[in-house]
């Protein structure tokens, strides 16, 4: 649940005597059906209210409400009871009617009345009516559409009654308005997020430096019919709060406010909304306006070099930078001097350092923001200028003798003598000069050697004989290669054919 500080004002009415329960429905309709119950606090017809009407989240409903079922609550005469097991006299129900007349008098020939005490607490009766049942009953109620209706059942209305008792009807009729509004209002119009007041640039899609918005609209009657209550704000699709937990509403009565403050925003984009919601609690269709805040600094992380690593004279370094309002740039240092300053993604460089001695330096990154906020890393790395020597290359059997003899096979092995701790690659490639297969391994310092079977990467060897290139690569723990110029070496597939119990013949095939 949101808890946003916010900043506002609110005035105050005196509530009136009598209510409904009140209900919303989000899309209009005229249908009892389509109406969803959303009860509000019961005003009573006594002088002593029991809602406190100094409440800026009660009053405002008073009179008005979206369904076709408004409940009253009457305080009950002086001097009677709904007790039938007491002395004296006792309430029995009431006779009762609505129109649209503030001047009708209820006698006992009216048809509508009530006669149910077991709804009354107390010294108060309690009764819900069927407005649409009254009035669709009597055509003439409904022959005047109020102003500002869209059905002729919306508008202001009047409640008659005339308390009964055991003896008599009472000579006073008491009279009570209240209002059906079953249209929401329409959405608010230009609505605004932005920094203050007096701010005039662009909106939307500018990003700011602080986590206070300004909202802004236009406050105007957008309810024909029982009019603006006040707005109802939302922050990222949840409704905003002030920081006791109650709507942080703003009320239109009186036309007094069409803005609001929200502090203390989240870093990112903030979708922000307004509806107007009417004195029946019907809501508007949201307007949506973005605001969006940054207050963080810029993110970084080095991905190359890592830290203590080796890199050769020609290197590639590179970060991750990101910032919600964009980076303005980055720049890249070595020791301490800027070599380099990039404006966009992806901020990857490949530095020369031959004019750097071999050893130990150190790479440090900056990254401000839109704002001019500042982020910094640094690592060393290990520069190593200079390439691996591959010497001294021989190979054996030669030629390449694949002799089949009780399942053992020749192999050619190329010797040779490296000049410090490499990665070593055998790369062997046919006739046509595409690569046949490779072999590899880690070799240190000094003599080494690796081993071919003949087979290609498959494991498969070529029937047929054939002369194949190979060269030597060599890669250094800093990534400096060296290779040897191109050697050959032959395929030559023999047949062993057994020509006596200890004696064979080798042929070629």
């Known amino acids: 649940m949101l808890r946003t500080r916010i900043r506002r004002t609110v005035a105050f ?3 009136t005597s009598i209510a409904m329960v009140l209900t919303t429905s989000p899309v209009f309709a005229y249908s009892p059906e389509a109406i969803n119950n959303w009860p509000s606090p019961t005003l009573g017809s006594s002088s002593t209210n029991p809602i406190d009407g100094t409440d800026p989240d009660v009053w405002w409903r008073y009179g008005w409400g979206n369904t076709l079922h408004p409940q009253f609550k009457l305080n009950l005469p ?70 500002g209706a869209r059905v002729p059942i919306e508008g202001v209305w009047w409640f008659h009654w005339s308390f009964y008792d055991n003896y008599q009807v009472a000579t006073t009729t008491v009279s009570a308005p209240f209002g059906i509004d079953l249209t929401p209002p329409l959405p608010v119009s230009r609505l605004v997020a932005k920094p203050s007041s007096g701010y005039t640039g662009p909106t939307g899609d500018v990003w700011f430096a602080q986590n206070r918005a300004k909202i802004e609209w236009e406050d105007k009657e957008y309810d024909a019919l029982s009019g603006v209550a006040l707005y109802e704000i939302l922050l990222n699709d949840e409704v905003l709060e002030r920081q006791d937990g109650k ?63 080796w890199v050769p004279a020609r290197s590639t370094f590179s970060v991750n930078a990101e910032d919600d309002a964009g980076v303005r740039n980055v720049k890249f240092y070595i020791d301490g001097t800027l070599v380099g300053t990039l404006t966009k993604a992806p901020y990857s460089a490949e530095l020369d350092l031959r004019d750097y001695a071999n050893g130990r330096h150190s790479f440090t990154v900056k990254v401000t923001d839109m704002f001019g906020r500042e982020v910094s890393k640094s690592v060393s790395f290990l520069l190593d200028k200079t390439p691996p ?61 690796l081993t071919w079977d003949g087979a290609d990467s498959l494991g498969s060897v070529l029937p047929e004989s054939m002369t194949y290139t190979y060269r030597l690569q060599a890669i250094d723990q800093a990534g400096n290669q060296a290779w040897t110029s191109p050697r050959v070496t032959t395929v ?18």
């Open 78 to 147: 002086e001097g009677t009871t709904i007790d039938r097991n007491e002395d004296g006299l006792f309430v029995l129900g009431i006779y009762y009617t609505v129109d649209r007349d503030p001047f009708t008098q209820i006698n006992r020939d009216f048809l509508e009345r009530y006669y149910n005490a077991s709804d009354s607490s107390g010294s108060w009766m309690n009764h819900t009516l069927d407005v649409n049942g009254i009035l669709q009953s009597d055509p003439v109620n409904l022959a005047e559409t109020y102003p």
């Open 389 to 449: 020597v591959i010497s001294q290359i021989s190979q054996s059997p030669e030629p390449f003798y694949p002799i089949i003899r009780e399942g053992y096979k020749d192999n050619v092995n190329v010797r040779f003598h490296v000049s410090e701790a490499v990665n070593a690659y055998l790369h062997i490639y046919g006739s046509d000069g595409a690569l046949y297969t490779s072999r590899s391994a880690p070799r240190g310092p000094g003599w080494a050697t």
């Open 492 to 509: 030559r597939n023999y047949e062993i054919i057994r020509v006596a119990p200890n004696a064979v013949r080798v042929e070629p095939r």
């Open 247 to 309: 709507p942080a509403y703003v009320y239109h009565l009186g036309h007094t406010r069409r803005d609001i403050t929200i502090e203390d925003l989240p870093s990112g984009r903030n979708k922000i909304q307004v509806r107007a919601v009417d004195r029946a609690t019907n809501r508007s269709d949201p307007v949506t306006t973005y605001f969006q805040v940054d207050t963080e600094p810029p993110t970084l992380s080095i991905v190359r070099p890592k830290a203590d690593a």
């Open 13 to 15: 009415v005196v509530a």
